[in-house]
């Protein structure tokens, strides 16, 4: 149907799409003036449709980034050992960089985003951080790897968030609920993507060796630089889409936003601009943030005062022992989660390379394998001395599989928590995921086949994966409104300086044997398991 199509001729469109069309005119007539309405009128007479569609399309790309941020350098590990001349301690260090990154700049980039505009901070975060994953490829030593895994979190926590709130402003009311749990699954599929492109690329025999070995580009180099292709393809894919409308609308650009909202109707109802009902925006539900902003505008001084002002109830009773047994729970859990994830593939490439010591033994254990493969403190003198001029190692690729296993079972479960909240309590979900943790964690100690560790990690990961969600969604619920934000901010980088501080303390304890970095997980899980208790019922605080 044209949209220039004369009035006189039969309405093309078909019954339940008329229907949804007059669904969005009968909450026109309950507003007032029927040409005025606020945000919330706005986008749900807009609707939800293609437009919605193509953005959440268009986001994939771009919303891998903080995955496959978080774990490409432990792919590369194993391989980059003898280019880099890695310790146990660097490999730690590599790991831990971006949360250090990640931590430094969690509060600075939601103040950036409430000044300068959602799709300006996606967009410039992003393109940094990907021309950032590109240069990495090109390190030669580990102090600029680490230096570029140090800016790639710097750079990407604040798109990551920026981009969720983005993505929910395009929504209206009931949909945008959906949104966190949706954008969060393909969050989680990007460690997917990260461990199969690792499959792909880093086993290829690939090399470019420019000035006499001064410069060597290789298959886990070539690697680190893609990484960052798919985030500047997602900024490409997002330059398409304009600022959100919501933001527009605190900065007093209603005319900007009604063309957005305008163009949003079009594309969900096929019909003209000019049957867009709306005719201007006026949102006194809004002017709180506006305010808000020009005292952001007033100085950063002013800004902080308020930033501050909004903090300090959550330090005060009775929110006080809420917030630390969340930030407690969060911290040791993604330090359970992630320090194991991101280890997996340097262990399992152990476990492979095990046969080719060609040590006497029968049906050895998790633990044995390790304290026979890795060299302790008394003899890490003469191994440094012997991979300094050691040949680049042989990676396996089942140990590439058994990552891309491990990371689906991870979103299997993020999915299924969103599923079983439904009937289980925040509370009870997280003391099954937590006890049924911590026995895989234990039992993977004597462990004897290749096959039930790899379960037992899969379900380690996926089992802690979950509770991030639930513990997340059970804050939502015991927090007013006013401090929901800040709660979760706070637990996030706490939940990071965890991920940092497991990475860290992860390959020192590894080098006195296998079971004392094994029990000092289980520890931590087993404190969230008995905090677990603490955790208030979720039914007296739902609305």
């Known amino acids: 149907m044209s949209y220039n199509e004369p009035n006189n001729k039969p309405n093309k469109i078909d019954v339940p799409k008329k229907k949804e069309i007059q669904q969005r005119e009968s909450i026109i007539e309950d507003v007032p003036n029927a040409k005025i309405a606020d945000f919330e009128t706005a986008i749900t007479v807009a609707g939800t449709g293609k437009y919605q569609y193509l953005l959440i399309l268009a986001i994939i790309p771009a919303s891998w980034a903080s995955s496959i941020d978080t774990a490409n350098i432990s792919m590369i590990l194993a391989s980059a050992e003898c280019d880099l001349e890695l310790t146990l301690f660097h490999k730690g260090l ?8 990640m931590v430094l700049s969690g509060f600075i980039w939601g103040f950036l985003a409430d000044v300068k505009g959602r799709k300006k901070i996606i967009m410039y975060g992003y393109m940094a951080d990907g021309i950032c994953n590109v240069i990495s490829g090109f390190s030669q030593n580990f102090e600029m790897l680490a230096v570029c895994k140090f800016l790639s979190g710097l750079l990407v ?49 690939w090399s470019i060796v420019l000035w006499d070995g001064a410069f060597v580009y290789n298959s886990w180099r070539i ?50 601009k000019d049957n867009y009902p709306i005719h201007a925006l006026n949102d ?41 047994l969340f930030v407690t729970i969060q911290f040791c859990g993604m330090l359970g989660l992630n320090t194991l994830r991101l280890w997996q593939p340097q262990l399992f490439a152990t476990l492979d390379n095990f046969p080719n010591l060609n040590i006497n033994i029968t049906n050895p254990t998790f633990c044995e394998i390790l304290d026979i493969s890795i060299p302790s403190n ?58 049924c943790s911590l026995l895989c964690l234990i039992s993977l100690i004597w462990s004897t086949s290749r096959l039930t560790t790899l379960i037992i990690t899969c379900l380690y990961v996926g089992l802690l994966s979950k509770t991030l969600n639930v513990i997340i969604g059970a804050t939502v619920l015991v927090f007013p409104t006013s401090l929901r934000a800040m709660a979760v901010s706070i637990e996030m980088i706490t939940g990071r300086v965890g991920s940092m501080t497991g990475n860290l303390i992860f390959p020192i304890l590894l080098e006195y044997g296998c079971i004392a970095p094994i029990i000092n997980l289980a520890c931590f899980t087993l404190l969230c398991l008995l905090l677990t208790y603490f955790v208030p019922s979720t039914r007296k605080h739902a609305v």
């Open 94 to 101: 590599l790991n831990a960089m971006i949360y250090v990154g």
């Open 157 to 205: 926590s604040g798109p990551y968030a920026t981009l969720m709130a983005y993505c929910s402003e395009f929504y209206g009311d009931k949909g945008r609920t959906k949104i966190p749990i949706f954008v969060g699954f393909i969050v989680s599929f990007g460690c997917i993507i990260n461990a199969a492109l690792a499959w792909l690329i880093i086993p290829q025999p």
């Open 223 to 272: 690697f680190l630089s893609l990484c960052g292709v798919s985030t500047l393809i997602g900024v490409i894919c997002i330059s398409f889409f304009p600022e959100s409308p919501k933001f527009l609308m605190t900065q007093n650009r209603n005319e900007d936003a009604l063309k957005i909202f305008k163009k949003i109707y079009s594309m969900n109802t096929g019909l003209s």
């Open 284 to 324: 006194v539900n809004l002017n709180r943030t506006t305010t808000e902003q020009l005292k952001c505008q007033n100085g950063v001084k002013a800004s902080l005062k308020n930033g501050i002002q909004q903090i300090k109830p959550i330090f005060l009773k009775p929110y006080l022992s809420r917030i630390l």
């Open 378 to 435: 008394a003899n890490k003198t003469a191994v440094l001395e012997v991979t300094s001029n050691c040949e680049n190692i042989v990676v396996p690729n089942s140990m590439y599989i058994d990552t891309i296993l491990v990371s689906a079972s991870s979103s299997i479960f993020i999915l299924s928590s969103s599923i079983f909240v439904n009937f289980l309590q925040h509370k009870y979900l997280l003391t099954i995921a937590y006890g």
